[in-house]
């Protein structure tokens, strides 16, 4: 769900969705792969991002157009 009701709205698509982009624009080139990006998602956060949470984030990224993927299977940052 994009914003649950019975649930932290900390675990929903568009927070974690922002999340994922502050990630981004901090990474070289803005670009990382999904672990990485978990990684960087974790330490804004200061809590654990499970990679369901990382794969939501960026699924919901890519339907808005905002992310790619690239052939290396890095998640790319679109200009």
């Known amino acids: 769900m994009l914003l649950p009701r019975e649930q932290s709205p900390w675990n ?3 927070y974690l969705g ?3 982009l502050r990630a981004l624009n901090k990474a070289p ?3 990382a792969d999904l672990l990485a990006l978990q ?3 974790s330490s804004i956060i200061q809590r654990p ?3 369901t949470q990382v794969i939501t984030a960026a ?3 890519y339907l808005l157009g905002v992310i790619e993927l690239d052939d ?5 940052k679109c200009s």
């Open 18 to 20: 922002a999340i994922a």
């Open 59 to 61: 699924a919901w990224l």
């Open 12 to 14: 929903c698509g568009y």
């Open 49 to 51: 991002v499970s990679p």
């Open 72 to 76: 290396h299977g890095m998640v790319v």
């Open 39 to 41: 990684e960087r998602m």
């Open 29 to 31: 080139k803005e670009r």
